[in-house]
């Protein structure tokens, strides 16, 4: 018995003991050490906060910056620091319903409750000063400053220029290993999607040390160990953006939907690309403003939708010139040679017209061209044979992809006989079927930008490049500038007979169907073309180029529903041609569209603007020298990048 008791003693001894060591211990810290220990403990946790890098600007042939950055202030929470017993008053001082605060921060915590979820953005300064007195009371609470688009006031470019918005969620995990998380924007339409690894930059880091409360106590190591963010690559555009202005402005005066592709016939740079109805890109930039988003997508007209590489039209009339060259190629018939043309031709039961049923009495081919006779061509199509006609439609890149550097391309339809015989079945189509692909019409379809670059080619004498918008980048690491290649193909068609089909589009413009394109110190070449629509008015088409010995510009005009391209596209084409030929950079202010945030647009002066004096494009590196293809691998996209000369 006394050997128990002497052992429970002895147990109670050391409990006490053990206890008395740990009570004296909790006595030092708490009470003799507590400010040496409390300033360790308030400084012991480092937040890293994610620094978005500058996209890369887009600056036009002029040295126009049109696409810039400027500051866009964010509010991001971390779910694990942050106090839900806070919520009514963060969401108080935001101005903001407290559901919607409440449900973006337990989508954060879902995802990552230690990382920092964006809850809103585009905060106007009062706010941001009203945040920033409270933020003391508001542990895991962080205001940014991050960038958003800046446009130039006086152009939309939205199909051009493209925007950016969230990473969708199905795409998020594949991106995540790019260094993407959710709360960044990437391209989704235009430049801002084809160029996204140029324009995204590289994420740069910052350190902070922080007390339990999340309040900011200072830099760590003095911010040694920051990572500065890298901006993006300036793209430099072959656009001019009065070109743009202004190819936008006459568009939309028609009122109808419609597309513009203007092209320099010396390397294939895209100079101006409008399709109609467009929609300012401010209602994307920064934060997707919902009454902007709504309007767009309940119009009838469809602005999301580029017609001028997505949309696919018959070319109508435009097409007879590939239809003419195959023939003087071939050797099927004397251009010289006159042909009575009586108004109408008949095959089988059915009888075909010219445009109104008009006979143009005896013509050649030029005047066939000039006058834009049917019944000729109709007759020329059998003679020069379906095979023909298709051989050198995909010559001029009918049928396919130009390859044009923006998204959702489409190809086109280019009939064949293999064509037929898949969709018909063999045997099972005849004749008929050519009529109307000898006028353009029937299943053939095109769209503005393969039009362009065929206008293009016409234009330099048999030469076609691929279509683009970029010349090339600014590589911000090293400063160097880098030239873009692009595709060429020489077209295996004589001197004289391409001759002989730009002195009939220059008649056109003289005394032809598009006179309405003439002017008078400025030689223009055209053609009209009217696109058959079983819906309503026929599209109208005017590809034209000038100054006819030496192009500079082709132009490629769609008017939707318009009826006769002569009288409605053909104006427009001879406008973006005079002003670009004769330089006359007195432009009118711009009129917004209705409901948009813009009520006017300034002039557009290459003056007028900041320009891009940061290391501007040399002339010499502004003109890229595409590689040689060969006809048959001209569907390859050039690899590889050309280093340009440096400034």
């Known amino acids: 018995m006394d050997t128990i008791q002497r052992g429970a003693s002895l147990v109670t001894y050391v409990v006490v003991a053990v206890f008395s060591l740990l009570l004296a211990r909790l006595f030092y810290l708490q009470v003799l050490n507590f400010q040496e220990l409390g300033s360790i403990s308030s400084t012991n946790s480092i937040r890293r906060i994610w620094i978005q890098a500058p996209r890369g600007r887009m600056i036009d042939r002029n040295g126009i910056i049109v696409v810039d950055n400027q500051p866009l202030y964010s509010v991001r929470v971390i779910p694990s620091e942050f106090r839900k017993s806070k919520t009514g008053f963060f969401a108080r001082l935001m101005n903001m319903p407290v559901g919607e605060l409440t449900e973006k921060i337990r989508k954060g915590e879902r995802f990552n409750r230690f990382s920092a979820t964006t809850v809103t953005k585009n905060l106007n300064p009062v706010i941001i000063a009203r945040l920033s007195e409270n933020l003391w009371q508001l542990p895991g609470v962080i205001i940014e400053a991050d960038n958003k688009r800046k446009y130039t006031g006086s152009l939309y470019g939205s199909h051009l220029f493209g925007y950016q918005r969230l990473i969708p969620k199905e795409d998020l995990e594949k991106l995540s290993e790019e260094g993407y998380t959710q709360e960044d924007k990437i391209g989704f339409s235009g430049l801002e999607k084809v160029y996204e690894e140029r324009l995204k930059g590289q994420k740069g880091a910052r350190f902070e040390m922080v007390d339990p409360l999340g309040k900011l106590v200072g830099k760590y190591d003095d911010g040694n160990s920051d990572i500065p963010a890298i901006r993006g690559d300036d793209l430099y555009l072959h656009i001019d953006a009065g070109l743009q202005q202004l190819a936008e402005e006459l568009i939309r005066k028609t009122g109808k939907s419609g597309a513009v592709v203007a092209i320099d016939p010396s390397n294939g740079g895209i100079l101006a690309l409008v399709s109609a109805p467009d929609y300012d890109l401010e209602i994307f930039n920064g934060s997707t403003k919902p009454d902007g988003w709504r309007n767009i997508i309940n119009n009838p007209q469809k602005p999301l939708f580029n017609r001028t590489l997505q949309a696919v039209y018959p070319p109508g009339s435009i ?35 010219n445009h109104a049923g008009h006979a143009l009495g005896a013509i050649d081919m030029k005047k066939a061209i000039i006058q834009s006779s049917n019944v000729y061509f109709f007759n020329l199509m059998f003679k020069t044979g379906f095979e023909n006609w298709t051989h050198y439609g995909r010559m001029f890149g009918f049928g396919e992809e130009t390859g044009i550097d923006m998204p959702g391309e489409r190809s086109g339809i280019l009939p064949s006989a293999d064509y037929f015989n898949r969709r018909y079945g063999r045997d ?71 001759a002989y089909i730009r002195e009939a589009m220059r008649g056109v413009v003289l005394q032809g169907t598009g006179t309405m394109a003439n002017i008078a110190d400025i030689p223009v070449a055209g053609k009209t073309g009217t696109a058959q629509n079983p819906h309503g008015l026929d599209h109208a088409w005017f590809i034209a180029f000038a100054p006819v010995d030496n192009p500079k510009i082709a132009v490629t005009v769609l008017v939707e529903n318009a009826g006769f391209g002569g009288s409605i596209s053909a104006p427009i084409a001879r406008e973006l041609i005079r002003y670009y030929v004769k330089g006359d950079k007195k432009l009118k202010p711009s009129s917004a569209h209705s409901g948009s945030q813009k009520t006017s647009a300034p002039e557009l002066k290459a003056d007028s603007l900041r320009p891009a004096t940061e290391n501007p494009v040399p002339a010499d590196a502004a003109t890229e020298t595409p590689w040689e293809a060969p006809a048959e691998e001209n569907r390859e996209a050039a690899g590889g990048e050309e280093n340009g000369s440096e400034p």
Do not use: C
């Open 319 to 353: 097409y007879k010139m590939v239809l003419a060259m195959a023939a003087l190629e071939e050797e099927k018939v004397d251009p010289d040679a006159k042909f009575l043309d009586r108004g109408s031709f008949t095959f089988g039961k059915r009888r075909f017209q």
């Open 428 to 498: 099972k189509w005849t004749k008929g079927y050519l009529i109307s692909l000898a006028i353009g019409q029937g299943e053939l379809g095109a769209t503005p930008v393969q039009l362009a670059a065929y206008t293009a080619a016409i234009a330099n004498s048999g030469t076609w490049y691929q279509p683009h918008l970029v010349k090339g980048y600014r590589d911000t690491a090293t400063g160097r500038y880098i030239a873009l290649p692009h595709r060429k193909r020489t077209l295996p068609v004589s001197e004289k007979n391409i």
